[in-house]
């Protein structure tokens, strides 16, 4: 729209107005509108984990428990805020043997969405509990302590989030990484966040 010349502005205004003052007008409309406007970024990239940051935060689990809640946000996507997030709604009843069920009531859009479980997530999930919160007590002071292990600060709050939707784009394609994270069909959330800089070696290893 930057672009759009003056000459240009004013043809267009004469399709729907003749008069000289009401041409001059709108022209001066349309062109304060359009002048000198460029996209805005919308920030930053979001960030990815490293190899080393993801096998930290799986090491620094202690027990089971723990590194079956966090093997969720790394590789199912779960919103992972550690008060209210989708993490701390979700029930063992919702983890199935080949996916993930994140219900409406837990979804933080109000849509349910179907998670397939990829076979590192499986492997690690494997003997879980059939019912009950998959968080242990005391999530948010667990995960503080994970986060900071793996040398993770503030602005790797939804990395993990991150980091699944960008290696499952490479690895699955666009069509199931939408209803993973939730995202409507005609949703280009995925390419102007998600599309990062992740070989389809990186991502395939990422899951597997």
Not at 134 to 162: E, N, S
Request: aromatic share 6%; with cysteine; net charge positive.
């Amino acid at each position: 729209m930057a672009t759009i010349a003056e000459a240009e502005i004013e043809k267009a205004v004469r399709t729907w107005s003749t008069g000289r003052t009401e041409v001059a007008k709108w022209a001066r409309m349309v062109a304060a509108v359009v002048a000198g406007r460029t996209k805005k970024s919308k920030g930053k990239a979001p960030s990815l984990l490293s190899k080393d940051q993801v096998r930290n935060m799986l090491k620094g689990c202690d027990g089971v428990a723990e590194k079956r809640a966090v093997a969720l946000l790394l590789y199912a996507g779960i919103r992972p805020d550690a008060r209210s997030g989708e993490i701390t709604k979700l029930l063992w009843e919702d983890v199935g043997a080949g996916d993930v069920t994140v219900r409406a009531v837990v979804a933080k859009t109000g849509h349910e969405r179907i998670i397939p479980i990829r076979p590192k997530l499986a492997r690690i999930l494997k003997g879980h509990p059939k019912s009950g919160p998959v968080v242990p007590a005391q999530w948010k002071r667990r995960i503080q302590r994970i986060r900071k292990a793996a040398g993770l600060g503030v602005g790797h709050q939804d990395a993990t989030r991150h980091t699944f939707a960008s290696n499952h784009l490479v690895a699955y394609g666009e069509a199931s990484t939408q209803a993973a994270m939730g995202h409507a069909a005609n949703s280009r959330t995925l390419f102007s966040h998600y599309r990062q800089a992740v070989t389809e070696t990186q991502a395939k290893d990422y899951f597997k």
